[in-house]
């Protein structure tokens, strides 16, 4: 499959509310939540205003000119927070995109381009039962710390 990863431009900043809805991890046999969920405080500061802050930073995934992933960073008091210099992570694609490569050379981009601007590590935090969790650490994350359901990674370089 053919795709491109490409810096988000300022008028695509919307589209983060849709990625933000499909990085839920929603359990086989769980119904998802209605999409209005997204507009709860702690899943909004992953979106707000995105783009305002120096540390806001997000690669969009096409397909045939078509966005169908995203992944951003920003310094924020997440559940992935580990200290103000390091940016938390958030990464999705549509399901029928997923499983094809994209999600790992969206995650590669990132952190080539996060290392480029001087950033030393990365975290994200993801639910235990996320098939992601194993992902991740293949991509070089290590959990740092954890509790019954989530893990919060790290990645340093």
């Given at each position: 499959m053919n795709?491109?990863?490409r810096k988000i431009e300022e008028h695509e900043q919307a589209l983060l509310k849709d990625?933000?809805?499909e990085a839920i991890f929603i359990p086989?046999?769980?119904t998802p939540p209605d999409r209005s969920i997204i507009e709860?405080?702690?899943l909004q500061?992953?979106?707000r205003n995105f783009g305002a802050y120096d540390h806001d930073h997000a690669l969009l995934a096409e397909v045939n000119g078509t966005v169908v992933g995203a992944v951003w960073?920003?310094?924020m008091n997440d559940y992935g927070h580990v200290d103000d210099q390091t940016p938390s992570l958030s990464i999705s694609l549509y399901t029928e995109y997923r499983n094809r490569g994209i999600g790992t050379a969206m995650?590669?981009?990132m952190l080539r381009y996060l290392k480029e601007k001087g950033y030393k590590r990365i975290s994200l935090s993801v639910q235990k039962?996320?098939?992601a969790a194993r992902w991740y650490q293949q991509l070089g994350f290590t959990v740092v710390k954890e509790n019954s359901e989530d893990y919060v990674m790290l990645k340093e370089w």
């Open positions: 795709y491109r990863i990625f933000l809805y086989e046999g769980v709860h405080p702690d500061i992953y979106v960073v920003r310094i995650m590669q981009e039962a996320n098939y």
